[in-house]
């Protein structure tokens, strides 16, 4: 179990209620993002839980993701007025108004965790107001997912390239844009399969296909048969991030497919540094959006302070699933309770007065 788990105490306090192996703690009783963890890993059976919280093989990038957030400190700023700064956090993403700067990723096999599965997350996501990007590996189909969104719910659509032919590839295209989503997320850092050792040992396999055909041409293609925005997901360096630019892409999501796919990935913070230090204007000329590790408000605000735009939270809502859609509301108001108390003691007036400036490298003396 994770570090930020035993902060919470958790396992003490679950050890204390009697909770069971099977059984889940008190939704009252869930007080972070880790907690969901916990719950889900005590219901979950070996290979469910494999499955979601397995890496690729050292699982380093996985580790990494979360660990790379401690590299950096805040630098709180002090003497200011930070009495409405939780009114400012409504997030613009591609033309579309959401209450949060934080949004739920695009993780499929929902229907492992709650019989409503995915549904689960687009209701949440509904109520809460904040983006949702339903997962092409999704255990409800795109149109069932679509129905369960409030009316002016705005989601966007994951993709994945199946080597479909062009009346096949048109006609999905056209489909999720009829049912309602307002954008794709083209997901281009799963070229392989990700080598998953401790998935593989419990049999459950990956959802991604062996060698996929992931180009500027594929892109251009898309691109030619959809009026829909295209994002990119899986950018992991500061050059694929200026070549998305001189291709004209509608924003780009900088990830390591939650440590998925190649070890040694980069994570998206790291990326985000890169960017932040070697092409700062990046993040004037297209929406950025980041993932990766991100198990607190901390995580978020320090993307944020970078330059990134919004930031996807993958399995802490994919654990909040035990719950239904319950469990996916108490995860974003975790968060947005996190977000309030971090935003005032870092000194931020509004939200959008974050940047480089509250962050410093960890530094250590000399012995």
């Known amino acids: 179990m994770s570090h930020s788990t035993n902060a919470s105490g958790a396992d003490a306090r679950y050890a204390e209620l009697g909770i069971k192996k099977g059984s889940l703690p008190p939704l009252d009783d869930i007080r972070c993002l880790n907690d969901f963890e916990w719950a889900a890993r005590n ?38 007025d930070i009495l409405s700064v939780n009114e400012t956090f409504t997030t613009h993403m591609l033309g579309y108004n959401f209450s949060l700067p934080f949004f739920i990723t695009s993780c499929g096999g929902g229907g492992y965790l709650h019989e409503d599965g995915e549904l689960n997350l687009m209701k949440g996501a509904s109520d809460q107001n904040i983006l949702y990007i339903a997962s092409m590996s999704a255990s409800k189909s795109e149109e069932e997912i679509a129905d369960a969104a409030a009316d002016g719910q705005v989601y966007f659509q994951q993709f994945y390239n199946r080597g479909w032919d062009d009346a096949k590839l048109k ?122 590790g991100v198990r607190s408000a901390g995580d978020v605000l320090k993307l944020l302070a970078l330059g990134v735009k919004a930031v996807d939270v993958g399995r802490p809502f994919m654990y909040s699933l035990v719950y239904g859609t319950d469990g996916v509301i108490k995860a974003a108001e975790i968060l947005k309770h996190e977000l309030t108390i971090n935003a005032q003691n870092l000194g931020l007036g ?9 962050l410093q490298r960890r530094m250590f003396p000399p012995l």
């Open 350 to 358: 509004k939200l959008g007065d974050i940047d480089g400036t509250y």
């Open 43 to 80: 219901v979950l059976n070996s290979s469910v839980y494999a499955a979601l919280s397995g890496g690729a093989g050292t699982e380093g990038s996985y580790r990494m993701n979360q660990e790379a957030f401690q590299a950096y400190r805040f630098r709180p700023h002090t003497m200011v």
């Open 171 to 292: 006609s999905y295209l056209d489909s999720i844009g009829k049912y309602g989503a307002k954008a794709i997320a083209f997901t281009i850092d799963s070229a392989g399969d990700g080598d998953r050792w401790r998935v593989a040992r419990w049999g459950a396999g990956s959802t991604d296909s062996a060698a996929t055909y992931i180009t500027w041409d594929y892109y251009d293609k898309l691109k030619s048969m959809t009026d829909l925005p295209i994002l990119l997901k899986g950018i992991t360096t500061a050059d694929d991030a200026k070549k998305a630019i001189e291709h004209g892409v509608d924003a780009i999501y900088l990830s390591n497919h939650g440590g998925r796919q190649l070890d040694g990935a980069p994570s998206g913070f790291e990326t985000a540094l890169e960017i932040f230090q070697e092409a700062p204007e990046i993040f004037q000329q297209i929406e950025v959006y980041a993932d990766g």
